[in-house]
């Protein structure tokens, strides 16, 4: 099985905190971006090769339009054998999204939606730039639902500026009332060259002891709710997991379509640079080495909270995990970061928040 991720580059406006590759665009561009795609796509077109996720990302795809991700998804049946049960993903912002973008994007067979939100706060939302307000967010919930897509996550992002453990609550109580099945809450990153990191010092941002303290009260209390903490930023209830993100986590093959999508597909990994005007011009993509080694399928699955584990490493490199891997990890268990059962390792919410540490002294 494999994966495709179909990155498109155009938002209304950019927030002052994104570093992904976007901007405004005109429908030109967008028609000449739908063609470019379709090109890439048929380099790749094989009907024996089965494709069971496919996630439209951003950008903003909402603002690319219905009629033209419906065109891409048309060529996919076409041109690949894409399973009937695939899990077909298409994120949006409440603002761009209306009544006919729905309706389309259902027809073209879109089951799952990923809405940026990143916060129900009114002068939180201000901050990061979101446009739209709660009746937004609830309206576009409502459109995608009332045409039987009930598979929605919601962003929600932590360590805002003002932000407080009593204003997550109350976002995270606005994301319950609307009845998603999934929750991605991640914490803010300053990336250079963005408006936010020119202003950083300006920002009232929180410490990073408050925002690890928001990090575990999100994980407690979504819990309580009935979600599933099931990799570091996801959160859903049972049998709404993302599985095209899931996809990465478990070094699985997925192709890239876009300036700036990345792949892992057949053992090499490969990317396209941060360029419009290359992709148009069907510059191929760069290599970037072998993908799906044994470091890198212990790093990611360590993402996950189901964790590592020594049987599955075996059966896919032939070989038993180092013992010297489990003798280190006994240190973070007595602190409670991570739990050994067997020959599985996996982090706990509190060694989620460490894990970068935490692999890297595991691994060398």
């Excluded at 962003?155 to 609307?178: A, K, N, Y």
Aim: charge should be negative; glycine fraction near 10%.
């Amino acid at each position: 099985m494999t994966g495709i991720y179909i990155h498109i580059p155009f938002c209304k406006s950019k927030c002052p905190y994104c570093d992904f590759y976007s901007f405004k665009g005109d429908e030109k561009q967008k028609d000449s971006y739908l063609r470019a795609v379709l090109f890439c796509l048929k380099g790749y077109a094989d009907r024996k090769l089965r494709v069971d996720t496919l996630y439209f990302g951003g950008g903003t795809p909402s603002v690319f339009g219905g009629e033209r991700i419906g065109r891409i998804i048309s060529y996919i049946r076409e041109g690949f054998d894409l399973q009937k049960d695939a899990e077909i993903t298409v994120e949006c912002n409440p603002s761009s999204t209306d009544e006919n973008f729905v309706c389309q994007v259902k027809r073209a067979g879109v089951n799952r939606v990923s809405m940026g939100m990143q916060s129900a706060v009114a002068g939180e939302r201000k901050i990061l730039g979101r446009p739209s307000g709660r009746e937004d967010i609830k309206r576009a919930v409502d459109l995608f639902k009332n045409e039987g897509i009930e598979n929605i996550s919601l962003d929600l992002m932590l360590g805002v500026p003002h932000q407080t453990v009593e204003s997550i609550d109350e976002s995270i109580d606005f994301i319950l009332s609307l009845g998603v099945k999934h929750i991605s809450a991640y914490m803010l990153k300053i990336e250079e060259g963005t408006p936010f990191a020119e202003d950083e010092k300006k920002l009232d941002l929180p410490d990073e002891d408050t925002v690890a303290a928001m990090y575990l009260h999100t994980s407690e209390r979504l819990r309580r709710e009935g979600f599933l903490h099931y990799e570091i930023s996801n959160f859903a209830l049972e049998g709404y997991h993302s599985r095209h993100n899931t996809r990465y986590w478990k070094c699985e093959d997925y192709i890239g379509i876009g300036p700036s999508a990345h792949s892992c597909y057949k053992g090499k990994r490969f990317y396209y640079s941060r360029s419009f005007r290359d992709f148009l011009s069907g510059k191929e993509p760069l290599y970037d080495g072998e993908g799906g080694g044994d470091e890198e399928y212990i790093m990611l699955a360590l993402r996950l909270r189901e964790g590592l584990d020594g049987k599955k490493y075996r059966e896919r490199y032939g070989k038993a995990l180092d013992e010297a891997i489990f003798k280190k990890a006994e240190k973070y268990e007595k602190n409670g970061l991570l739990n050994i059962e067997g020959d599985r390792i996996s982090l706990t919410p509190e060694g989620f928040l460490l894990s970068n540490s935490i692999i890297s002294d595991l691994l060398y």
